[in-house]
Nanobody, 123 residues
Framework: VQLQASGGGLVQPGGSLRLSCAAS????????LGWYRQAPGKQRELVAQ???????DYEDSMKGRFTVSRDSAKKMVYLQMNSLKPEDTAVYYC??????????????????WGQGTQVTVSS
């Protein structure tokens, strides 16, 4: 199982970015998908998450600026980030609470993480 995040980059304050994360492997179910971020010297924190039913949850400072969405058929999760601020600068990670089949065919339930994508908000 692999989660591949993309879409990070350098953007000016007030700008927008859209992050994408694709899950691949012998996945039989994805229950929730989320985005976390970690700024230098700080702990990793929740940005947003979305359940299989479409319910969403956001960290307070991101409500109204960030939107999380998913395409279950494509096993993808997105994070649309608007009105970006310098304090949004961080490495953004996607994660998934999912079930997959191991190499031996056994079902496994796990929380998997992507490799992270850097978002830098600066003028």
């Amino acid at each position: 199982v692999q989660l591949q995040a993309s879409g990070g980059g350098l953007v000016q304050p007030g700008g927008s970015l859209r992050l994408s994360c694709a899950a691949s492997g012998r996945i039989f179910s994805i229950w929730s998908l989320g985005w976390y971020r970690q700024a230098p010297g700080k702990q990793r924190e929740l940005v947003a998450q979305i359940t299989s039913g479409g319910s969403t949850d956001y960290e307070d400072s991101m409500k109204g600026r960030f939107t999380v969405s998913r395409d279950s058929a494509k096993k993808m999760v997105y994070l649309q980030m608007n009105s970006l601020k310098p304090e949004d600068t961080a490495v953004y990670y996607c994660n998934a609470d999912l079930g997959y089949y191991s190499g031996s065919g056994d079902p496994v339930v796990a929380i998997e993480w992507g490799q992270g994508t850097q978002v830098t908000v600066s003028s």
